[in-house]
């Protein structure tokens, strides 16, 4: 018997709900000879610097060590490259005075020195995510997915007279429209399935809105209909799917419990912004893993806080503020619960990692088609540096990238490390911000 073919644009449907399909193996027959996935690119931003002591490994090349602050990245390790000695120049003062933490992210993925201003006119430079998402946007449903946890203001003045536009946005559409993030995981989940966005009729949903059905129960009968016709790996790697996007909607839910509820559509969403940080982090991690599963997106980007964050950490003991932490003056307390922040960040990032690595599409997993970058546009807080910046790329690129190294490069612009993984993504771009050529290290 034949097996059956499915394309890769599946989506069980049903009362205005959509839900994309995982990776299966009929897919790969609908697909020819050549089943592995596409490759896809994401960045992860931390605000106020680390501390460089527990995150620079001692040796370099496939000999080195984790540091404390990385030890929950050995799962990944062969999968990992730390990249030693990369810069953003442009967010230097340059003339303009203080201001390092708007200029540090806005120039993150840019390359570029924002113009100094809390009015209308700011202007910085097109990101690197955007630059991809022009090119490969149109293959998928979202072009590009922005999101984090933390609220940002797009106006007013946030940092020593850099508009508040600049420490919450890390990704630019043009020189002067940033993409501002979403923080809402229920808002990311209904954009991602259907949920009680604007798909489907009036009637179907004011239907599931009164009964406040899963989303998934309006599209069993298609899922049954695909299970009936697909072999046994794939049916179990449905229900296992399936499971995770209940699951999700389940904390999405409880994150609504003490809003108030209506029947009437006509009343915007409850927020589903869950009070607990490292939950809020773990929801939106796992709202990216299942778009990047479906297929839904190839890019995106994730910012921990806004630059300049001065959120506390009561359940890591750190009841100070993050960003008075980070000027430390050598107080060796102030370095202690600096580090407890750092670990906490790669500890849910590593998390989110392992997931896209035990997730599957042909011989390759998720995280063997990805470029990951995670780091900051200050290396230590205390001293507002932009050189030598902490930066992690996890993933292979498809096979493209020689991961499990520690790689201390020549000094050169971060920005050349962006022009390597935009031509590993076959997206054209000849220079972006203040890049000098490509990273030479990555294979």
Known sequence: MSRPKISRRALLCGAGAA????????????????????????????PNGVHMKDWRPEKEGRDFDLPWILEPLAP????????????????RAHGDGPGDHARSLSCFLTGVHPRKTDGANIEAGVSVDQVAARHLGAATRIPSLELGVERGGQSGNCDS????AYSSNISWRTPTTPSAKEINPRLVFDRLFGGLSATGSADERRRRSLYERSILDFVLEDAQSLRNRIGQSDRRKLDEYLTAVREIENRVARADEDAPRTADVATPRPSGVPKDYAEHVRLMFDLLVLAFQTDTTRI????????????????????????????????????????????????EFARMLRLLKESKEGERSILDNSMIVYGSGISDGDRHNHDDLPVLMVGKGGGSIETGRHVACSPQPLNNLYLSMLDRMDVPCDRLGDSTGRLEKLS
Request: aromatic fraction near 10%; hydrophobic fraction near 40%; include cysteine.
């Open 19 to 46: 839900v994309a399909l995982p990776w299966m193996e009929a897919m790969a027959v609908a697909r020819g000879p050549s089943p592995e996935g596409p490759r896809r690119m994401a960045f992860f931003y931390v």
């Open 161 to 164: 007279g850099y508009s508040c």
């Open 76 to 91: 990944v390790k062969g999968e990992l490259l730390v990249l030693s000695n990369l810069a953003q120049d442009n967010a």
């Open 300 to 347: 995106a980007t994730f910012m921990f806080a806004n630059e300049g964050s001065t959120r506390p950490y009561p359940f890591l003991d750190v009841p100070e503020g993050h960003h008075d932490l980070s000027h430390h003056g050598g107080d060796p307390n102030k370095h202690e619960k600096i580090r407890k922040i750092n670990r906490f960040h790669v500890e």
